[in-house]
């Protein structure tokens, strides 16, 4: 029992002894996409692991892709692989649904790290959801097509909110419609008086003789209306001689 005592103690001893005996050391990871929004073909990212300070040692990588709490994609692209400097991984085409994801990148070393909070990345992008921005532009079109139809069909013209109403006790204005029509009718009317001025015009034009005879008639009216007062006077001033 003491010497099963003693071989424990010992496999601690030398255990703690090679683990204090670690060299120190420093390396983060990052994680390497271009843009936050994407198309569902053009997301493509990577991983990359680099050495701040210390010897080189072996890493372990890992990384996965979540939406809603649930993993969708999930990568190890290095298992105690040796690192000097920095590592990168091969360039990723996950082809992902339309949503928003969060990637996850993870970095273990044979090393006593430092610092062990850049060990860990963590980014959020988002897919573009292809059918979705079809409905919506769909059901925004349809939106406008319908509000061109009610105002086709009804005739509705946009009532300008700065215009003031007139008062009972006030004279309506006319409206720019109304004057239009006004200027219409009065031009219509100052037409059909000139076309009638021409008639005439150009029926006196043609018939000058009907002028002429209208003032011969006068003359001879007047010329009946001299003998006939002669006539009498003559009559009266035999009567009298007698």
């Not at 001299?226 to 007698?242: A, V």
Request: charged residues 30%.
């Amino acid at each position: 029992m003491r010497s099963l005592t003693f071989i424990l103690i010992f496999v601690i001893l030398i255990s703690y002894t090679s683990f204090a005996q670690q060299p120190q050391c420093d390396y983060k990871v990052e994680i390497l996409v271009n843009g936050e929004e994407f198309e569902k073909e053009d997301f493509k990212w990577r991983m990359k692991a680099t050495k701040i300070e210390g010897k080189s040692t072996n890493i372990t990588g890992t990384a996965e892709i979540k939406a809603n709490d649930k993993t969708v994609k999930s990568y190890k692209p290095w298992t105690s692989d040796s690192i000097s400097k920095q590592k990168t991984s091969s360039e990723y085409s996950p082809n992902l649904k339309g949503g928003e994801y969060k990637i996850t990148a993870e970095i273990n070393v044979e090393c006593e790290d430092t610092n062990k909070a850049n060990n860990v990345d963590v980014k959020t992008i988002k897919i573009k959801d292809e059918e979705k921005e079809k409905t919506t532009e769909k059901s925004k079109k349809e939106e406008i097509d319908t509000t061109t139809d009610k105002i086709d069909d009804n005739e509705q013209i946009p009532i300008n909110p700065n215009i003031k109403k007139a008062s009972p006790t006030e004279p309506k204005k006319q409206t720019l419609n109304e004057e239009t029509d006004n200027t219409i009718q009065l031009h219509a009317k100052n037409n059909q008086k000139s076309k009638s001025l021409e008639s005439k015009t150009a029926a006196i034009v043609k018939n000058p003789e009907t002028v002429y005879e209208s003032s011969n008639e006068k003359a001879k009216g007047l010329i009946m209306i001299f003998l006939l007062t002669l006539s009498i006077l003559l009559n009266i001033i035999l009567i009298w001689k007698r």
